[in-house]
């Protein structure tokens, strides 16, 4: 059974930073295999993709909403991927939710909840 554990979420002020980690375990889990993956949940919308990271691809984002602000990262080393989230807005508020995706094959942490205060 592969297991995303969040962590990282929490009250911040506007303009301010945060660092989301995700830790990825399973007996047979091969994470380097995978696209890990950020994605997000503000109350009454639903879950929007935020950013990305593959071997093949590399890094991908969401434009409209965080490029330039949101950084993926991982260490295969550790099986973790992270997401460096600065210059925060009210509108990153949401839940954030790690994803790992092979072909059709898809695992969600529980989510971290991110508040951006005014």
């Known amino acids: 059974q592969v297991q995303l554990v969040e962590s990282g979420g929490g009250l911040v002020q506007a303009g301010g930073s945060q660092r989301l980690s995700c830790a990825a375990s399973g007996r047979t889990f091969n994470f380097s295999r995978y696209t890990m993956g950020w994605f997000r949940q503000a109350p009454g919308k639903e879950r929007e993709f935020v950013a990305s990271s593959s071997w093949s691809v590399g890094s991908a984002y969401n434009a409209d909403s965080v490029k330039g602000r949101f950084t993926i990262s991982r260490d295969n080393a550790k099986n973790t991927v992270y997401l460096q989230m600065n210059s925060l807005k009210p509108e990153d508020t949401a839940v954030y939710y790690c994803?790992?995706?092979?072909?059709?094959?898809?695992?969600w942490g529980q989510g971290t909840q991110v508040t951006v205060s005014s």
């Open positions: 994803n790992a995706k092979l072909g059709t094959v898809n695992y």
